[in-house]
C-alpha cells in the first residue's frame, strides 16, 4: 500500500534561518506531489506541485522553494525564513495523471512550524 | 475563476445533533467535489467525493449531494458524535488534480 511520510513533524526556527521539509512517498511510481501551507485561522493554500523529477510549479510568489530530486521525494526549502512563514505544511501526493480532475489527495500529517 | 466558499465556523452542537455545514463552489465546467477532515493535530483525510451532478458521496454516517443548479455540496450527519469535533474543509478540482479549498469550519461536538 502507498504511504506519505513528512518530517519534522515540528520544528520551531529564528528568523533568517534557512528550512528544509522532507516528503517521501512509498509504494507508488511517479506521484504527483503537492506542498501545501495553512497559516493560523487560514485554509490552505497551494504553494508547488510537481509532475515529475525536477519539475516544479509555483502556486504563488513567495520566500519559499521547492525541489524534486528523485521521483517520491519532494523538498521545501527557503534560504531566509520570515516570521510570516509560520503555519502549518502539508504534503500530498496523487498517482500519476491518467484522468485529471477526479483524485483524491492523500496528505502526510503535516509539520507545524513557528518562527521566533 | 474557480472557488469554494464555506460557512463560517465554529460549528458548536451536542452529540447526537443533526449537521449541515454549508459549501458552494464557482466553477466555469463540472469540477469533482470533496470533503477533508482534519483531525486535531493531524494532517487531511478524504472523507467524500462526488464527481458528477446529482452524485451523493458518503462516509462514516457523513452525506453530500452533488447540486448543480445550486452549486452547492453541503455535508451533513444526522447524528454527531465527539470523535467527530475537527475542521471540515469542502474543495474542488476542475481538469487538474490540484485542490481548490474553502477555509474550512470548525466542529465542536459537546456531550
Known amino acids: 500500500s502507498q504511504t506519505i511520510h513528512q518530517w519534522p513533524a515540528t520544528l520551531v526556527q529564528p528568523v533568517g534561518s534557512p528550512l528544509s521539509l522532507e516528503c517521501t512517498v512509498e509504494?507508488?511510481?511517479?506521484?504527483?506531489l503537492y506542498w501545501y501551507r495553512q497559516a493560523a485561522g487560514r485554509g490552505l493554500q497551494l504553494l508547488f506541485y510537481s509532475v515529475g523529477i525536477g519539475q516544479i510549479s509555483s502556486e504563488v510568489p513567495q520566500n519559499l522553494s521547492a525541489s524534486r530530486p528523485q521521483d517520491r521525494q519532494f523538498i521545501l526549502s527557503s534560504k531566509k525564513l520570515l516570521l510570516s512563514d509560520s503555519g502549518f505544511y502539508l504534503c500530498?501526493?496523487?498517482?500519476?495523471?491518467?484522468?485529471?480532475?477526479?483524485?483524491?489527495?492523500?496528505f502526510g500529517d503535516g509539520t507545524r512550524l513557528s518562527i521566533l | 475563476g474557480n472557488s469554494v466558499t464555506q460557512m463560517e465556523g465554529p460549528v458548536t452542537l451536542s452529540e447526537e445533533a443533526f449537521l449541515t455545514i454549508n459549501c458552494t463552489y464557482t466553477?466555469?465546467?463540472?469540477?469533482?467535489l470533496f470533503w477533508y477532515v482534519q483531525y486535531p493535530g493531524e494532517g487531511l483525510q478524504l472523507l467524500l467525493k462526488a464527481t458528477k451532478a446529482d452524485d451523493k458521496g458518503s462516509n462514516k454516517g457523513f452525506e453530500a449531494t452533488y447540486r448543480k443548479e445550486t452549486t452547492s455540496f453541503h455535508l451533513e450527519k444526522g447524528s454527531v458524535q465527539v470523535s467527530d469535533s475537527a475542521v471540515y474543509f469542502c474543495a474542488l478540482t476542475y481538469n487538474t488534480d490540484k485542490l481548490i479549498f474553502g477555509t474550512g469550519t470548525r466542529l465542536q461536538v459537546f456531550p
Open positions: 500530498a501526493w496523487t498517482p500519476g495523471a491518467l484522468v485529471w480532475g477526479n483524485q483524491p489527495q492523500h
Open positions: 466553477a466555469t465546467g463540472y469540477p469533482s
Open positions: 509504494g507508488t511510481s511517479n506521484p504527483n
